[in-house]
């Protein structure tokens, strides 16, 4: 074999090379509903098993129930009324018990009720939620052993505004008078019953309680330092202390798996260029990261064992994207650009559901343990453009 064409069959296996390595496929996204309703806040059950959602006709909303592959949905409330999640995750962590937010003509409140519907339980009154607001600014959230919740109280209590949502809405038109709300909330504790409410913060500056996974303390947004930060406190009041120090505000956040660490997101502050950038911090404040910038980056979400974190973005060429939990390894997990809003990675962390508002999606990943870095994968596929330049100029000085 001459040495033209030793060369000749080494460009060949260089840009073999080359096409092996190229970025897998996208991870196929399934249609798991397909409905005249709007199908929305998909959660699955602890055991991965099914998925509780809001599906809603535009004027009331109720809760279903379906299998993991969008097969058998069961409506487990009726569809004259409001039932709605709030921000985090219903399920009770074994599984047995649904938290909502239901109205029985007088305004929204916390209930429970088994997955198929049955044995609902109000557990607090006139808490006045107006549906068709956003909710971002309310929440409830089991304790980690499920007996205890803690939530939101007060954030809407005027009655004459409740009446004129009624009204409105039954003419298909729903509206209020978003300046007459009360806007200062509480965060309350009470019994997975209902029983023994008790006030943790009375100061009307709370925001989002989130229970620490697998820990007895509880994390919030609150506006006492000047900006909207973290806090964290024990299950009885009790030592609250500020975890983030921003100079914007903390609009979301999350707890990762082991509860050590926490992703929130910065909204820059006025003035400056508009962005919301995810970061990371130690639960105990220490270790502030910042992973993404100039993009408005929001819900993250941790993959089950905290390696990754998946997020919305509204300013990239692809809606929905994954990282290592450090920033590393950033890719899009979406191929056709739709406008997924970010809810939940399945317990095995095989697949994360969406929904765009109108149906619900699941986006199946390839390799969930070890997803391929299209960092790794660009300095590979480099290092081998180069090695074929070089062996070009060889055969040309031939």
Known sequence: MTKSSMTLKTICIVLLLIACILPAAAAPVVQLTNDSAFDAYPFWSPDGARIAFVSSDG????????????????????DRSWNLFTEFDPWSPDGKKLLFLSDDGGG????????????????????????????????????????????????????????????????????????????????????????????????????????????DRIAYLSERSGNREIWVMQSDGTGKAQVTFSEGNVSEYAWSPDSTRIAYVVAAPPGTWPEFSLWVINSDGSGSEQLTTGNWDRSPVWSPDGARIAFRSESRNQTLWVMESDGSGLAPLDTDNSAYMMQQWSPDGTTIVVSDLNDLYAIRLENPAAPASPGFEAIFAAVALLLVVRLLGLRKQE
């Open 59 to 78: 004027v009331h909303a109720g809760i279903r129930v379906m299998e993991r592959d969008g097969q058998n949905p069961v409506s487990v409330t009726d």
């Open 108 to 215: 929204l409140d916390l209930w429970t009720m088994n997955p198929d519907g049955t044995g609902r339980v109000r557990l607090t009154e006139n808490g006045r939620i107006v549906p068709g607001l956003a909710l971002s600014s309310y929440g409830a959230d089991w304790s980690s052993d499920g007996r205890r919740i803690v939530y939101t109280s007060c954030l809407f209590d005027n009655a004459a505004i409740w009446e004129d949502f009624v009204a409105t809405a039954a003419n298909g038109s729903p509206a209020v008078n978003g300046s007459a709300i009360r806007t200062e909330a509480d965060i309350w504790i009470m019994d997975a019953d209902g029983g023994n409410k008790k006030p943790l913060m009375t100061d009307g500056d709370a925001r989002l309680p989130l229970w620490q996974p697998h820990g």
